[in-house]
């Protein structure tokens, strides 16, 4: 059985490499602006939620796999200094510079190592993660500033990685130079106060009562007297802004290291819903005649929930403002359905869908994160808890982004009314 359970060793390896990734990755989500990259991220953490989940099944099925799902001492050490870079892009560089292109190599050494025939079941698999890699280089490409921190930044995860012969250990080993130093043993990461969108205004809040301070009017979603062109556009602004979604969600899984990996699998999956819902507006908004370069972008929600513990973050997310979204976005998907807009009825069909299993991943997985950090309330108690404990943090940290843009230039309720036609 040697030959069965060599494989296994490095299906496991693999299996840890790809969980550690979507752990650590989904640090450079809320510290990137531009939300086409932060859509691309959350599509590769998905992709490596998936790697990993066949690689797990797979591996299970030949003997030396092991039970257990714990990621070893040195791949966490890698990741976790991997984080470290203050500034987004020399980290997305160390990423998908230095850490990338070793799990591809590692994942052609398999394929090269395994008999094509006795082990073709993993072939298949490898094949096919060989392929997602290759991709995933080529559509970082476009999001990758050189600099000399870069270079030096991807130099010094490659020494790491080399001084273990590779991922696997598949290559020659050559040793840390003797003044190498570890990021790690002088600091630790910590989530920023805030997200960055980029180019994009910012603000606090999307959502008033004012048609003439934020694009969203709550009495207007659910007036019947609003014209549902104007709704439209308000939903999509409110699809756009699910990026507060992501930003926050992308917090949740570096703070939860010990989670079993099918919560970081559905939370991986949570993640690039609301990244596919918040380009759902991105894209269509400026179909509508709406400059995105004009449309603010909401912190508030992010800069609140990275206050709270990470188990608090999830329960605000899924049984409070998801399962009670459900009311209004019924009575906006009746309203569009007049506007005989057949792909606007698709978007909002299927992220209806979407939500619904977010609230069944939180019915799912809140007990057991709770777990995780001690809390032994009944979840009806804490979730009380937790949305008073949000009313006193929005207080202390909410509302402090001042609108990015002068009232002339966002776009409001009334210039909502205005680009339809309406005055
Ligand atoms: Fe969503
Ligand atoms: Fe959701």
Not at 14 to 26: P, S
Not at 368 to 397: D, I, S, W, Y
Request: aromatic share 10%; net charge negative; with cysteine.
């Amino acid at each position: 059985m040697a030959a069965v359970q060599e494989m296994a060793r490095l299906q496991r390896v693999l299996f840890e490499l790809e969980r550690e990734f979507l752990r650590t990755a989904t640090t450079l989500i809320y510290r990137v602006g531009e939300p086409e990259l932060k859509y691309l991220l959350c599509q590769h953490v998905w992709e490596s939620a998936g790697h990993a989940r066949f690689l797990r099944e797979r591996g299970r099925e030949m003997a030396g796999f092991g039970n257990g799902e714990d990621v070893r001492p040195e791949i966490r050490r890698l990741f976790t200094e991997a984080i470290l870079p203050e500034d987004a892009d020399v980290a997305l560089a160390g990423f998908y510079g230095a850490i990338k292109p070793a799990l591809l190599h590692a994942y052609r050494h398999y394929l090269s190592a395994t008999h094509h025939l006795a082990d073709w079941p993993s072939r298949k698999l490898v094949e096919e993660f060989i392929g997602d890699e290759e991709r995933h280089a080529r559509e970082i490409v476009a999001f990758q500033k050189d600099s000399p921190a870069a270079a030096e930044w991807t130099q010094h995860l490659g020494a790491i990685i080399a001084a273990g012969g590779g991922l696997l250990g598949e290559r020659t080993r050559i040793p840390l130079p003797t003044d190498f130093i570890w990021l790690s043993d002088r600091r630790t990461y910590r989530h920023p106060e805030t997200c960055k969108r980029g180019r994009y205004p910012t603000c606090s809040s999307v959502f008033s009562y004012d048609a003439d301070e934020t694009p969203i009017v709550r009495p207007w979603l659910v007036d019947p007297a609003t014209d549902a062109r104007v709704i439209r556009i308000m939903v999509y602004v409110w699809l756009m802004m699910e990026m507060d979604a992501v930003d926050y969600l992308a917090t949740v899984f570096l703070d939860t290291p010990n989670a079993p990996f099918d919560l970081h699998h559905d939370l991986a999956r949570h993640l690039w819903d609301e990244s596919r819902h918040s380009a759902f507006g991105y894209r269509q908004l400026p179909k509508l005649g709406v400059d995105l370069t004009t449309v603010e972008h909401s912190l508030d929600l992010y800069n609140i929930l990275v206050q709270m513990p990470p188990h608090e973050r999830y329960a605000m997310m899924t049984m409070e403002f998801e399962a009670g979204s459900f009311p209004t976005k019924a009575l906006v998907m009746d309203r569009i359905r007049e506007l005989n807009d057949f792909e606007a009825d698709t978007l909002l069909a299927f992220d209806r869908n979407d939500e619904q299993n977010h609230v069944r991943y939180g019915h799912r997985w809140l007990p057991e994160m709770m777990a995780l950090f001690g809390e032994t309330r009944p979840v009806e108690e804490f979730v009380k808890a937790t949305q008073a404990h949000f009313k006193t943090m929005a207080e202390r940290f909410g509302g402090r982004t001042p609108h990015g843009l002068p009232a002339e230039r966002r776009l409001t309720g009334n210039k909502i009314k205005a680009l339809v036609g309406i005055a």
